[in-house]
């Protein structure tokens, strides 16, 4: 089910409106519907890429995500419980804490080269990968990992910018975290959030870690 604009017709949702195309990561930002709609569809057109028969209706899906509450509402009207706050909260530190402290417990291990990568890959091109700063909990989590990784880096390290805009874990260091560790710091919040994202691997690796009985 996709979500709808319902604020004011003539107002600048918070944080502008936003689209991030996954096929390139390329992020269109406008202050007014028609603008944001135009230049999606020159996108779309000027990469011979195939346009969906709905694209508006998912532009705008992927554009509420980030409105607070009463700037969007589903199509049977029920309110979203959360949204993709760029604002960084104590409680987010906390999550970030828990992360770092089981990976330490459970012997620092990070995935291999190949599974990090796969991760950046898909989080470069995703429209929650965001600048949000604040974490101290992230910040010495990516010192510990360059630590246990030699200093290697992922193949899309400059694309990853410092956060995912649902959990505020540090893009760069959780995609070498371990899904054993990277699940103590999601709450079923976020874990609402994450389902709706098709392409996330995190999504996916905590669904099936839980499934599993772990």
């Known amino acids: 089910m996709l979500l709808r604009y319902t604020g004011p ?32 569809l020159r996108h779309y057109r000027d990469n011979d ?7 508006k209706e998912l532009a705008m899906d992927q554009a509420c995500r980030f409105f607070p509450p009463g700037w969007a509402m589903y199509e049977d009207g029920a309110v979203p419980r959360g949204f993709i706050d760029l604002r960084f909260s104590l409680e987010d ?16 291990n990070v ?7 796969q991760r950046a890959e898909t989080c470069s091109r995703c429209f929650a990968n965001l600048d949000i700063t604040g974490c101290v909990s992230c910040y010495n ?8 990784t030699g200093q ?4 899309a390290e400059a694309a990853l910018k410092s956060s995912c805009g649902v959990c505020k874990c540090s893009a760069k260091a959780q995609v070498w975290v371990p899904v054993e560790s ?17 392409w996330c691997w995190k999504a996916s690796a905590i669904r099936e870690y839980r499934l599993n009985g772990q």
């Open 141 to 148: 989590l990516v010192g510990m990992i360059m630590d246990v």
């Open 49 to 55: 890429y195939s346009i969906p028969e709905n694209w």
């Open 9 to 40: 017709p003539y107002e600048v949702p918070p944080n502008g409106i936003n689209y991030r195309f996954v096929e390139d990561g390329f992020r269109v930002h406008a202050s007014d519907w028609v603008t944001f709609y135009e230049e999606i």
């Open 182 to 198: 990277l699940e103590k710091g999601v709450t079923e919040e976020m874990m609402e959030q994450f389902e709706r994202i098709p």
């Open 111 to 117: 995935v291999s080269q190949e599974e990090a990568d």
């Open 93 to 108: 530190l906390m999550h970030g804490t828990r992360v770092m402290v089981d990976w330490t417990l459970k012997g620092r």
């Open 152 to 155: 290697r880096q992922t193949n």
